[in-house]
């Protein structure tokens, strides 16, 4: 069954560094497109970023120059570095997969999530 | 960048009813839009994609339809486990979810 695992959230300071991953499993990782969503406490989804099977990235215009996505794919996982952490970040950040429809394609599988606190 | 605005923000239903929830994009996504629902505490679930496409699992008391910029959400017979949030998402150019919709029992 496929399966995403976040993990590297936590309490960080206004301006500091965060590095999440998602380990993923069931399903051949290096193929597909994968993508991070977050959703503020109590608010909606927003996604923040996409790297594709080759590694093409693309970003939300709230986070463009400080965070970057990134993957490994012979480690099966997909990383978020977020820098320069504002308040407004604070977030679930999940891991979701693209689905392979063909052409353009939705979400179909997501990670549990893992909490940002970003607070002085 | 597309905006997508979804109707309504909350919504209170009995047990069997039929609800609907409407998402106007800001311009023509050519229905390329999914819907999925959010449990408290949860990851979001997909349901429907490029429209009126069940996915997997998918009960069919649970359908889309739509065009050009206005697309719509349907559960017909409410259960007790449909409560949940609701959210479209266009992904014919990049990705932009809706505010979703908060279901609730009346």
């Known amino acids: 069954a496929v399966q995403l695992v976040e993990s590297g959230g936590g309490l960080v300071q206004p301006g500091k560094s965060l590095k999440l991953s998602c380990s993923a499993s069931?399903?051949?990782?290096?193929?597909?497109?994968m993508h991070w969503i977050r959703q503020a406490p109590g608010k909606g989804l927003d996604w923040v970023a996409y790297i594709s099977s080759s590694s093409g990235t693309v970003y939300a215009d709230a986070v463009k120059e400080r965070f970057t996505i990134s993957r490994d794919n012979a480690k099966n996982t997909l990383y978020l570095q977020l820098n320069s952490l504002k308040s407004e970040d604070t977030a679930i950040y999940y891991c979701a997969r693209r689905a392979n429809y063909g052409g353009f394609s939705p979400f179909d599988y997501w990670g549990q999530g893992v909490m940002v606190t970003v607070s002085s | 960048d597309i905006q997508m605005t979804q109707s309504p923000p909350s919504l209170s239903a009995s047990l069997g009813d039929k609800v609907t929830i409407t998402c106007q994009a800001s311009?023509?996504?050519?229905?390329?839009i999914a819907w999925y629902q959010q449990k408290p505490g949860k990851a979001p679930r997909q349901l429907i994609r490029?429209?009126?496409t069940l996915v997997s699992g998918t009960p069919s008391r649970f359908s889309g339809s739509g065009s050009g910029r206005d697309y719509s959400f349907s559960i017909s017979n409410v259960e007790s486990e449909d409560i949940a949030s609701y959210y479209c998402?266009?992904?014919?150019?990049?990705?932009?979810f809706g505010g979703g919709t908060k279901l609730e029992l009346k």
């Open positions: 311009q023509n996504i050519n229905k390329y």
């Open positions: 490029y429209t009126s």
């Open positions: 069931g399903f051949t990782f290096s193929s597909y497109g």
């Open positions: 998402l266009q992904y014919d150019n990049l990705w932009t």
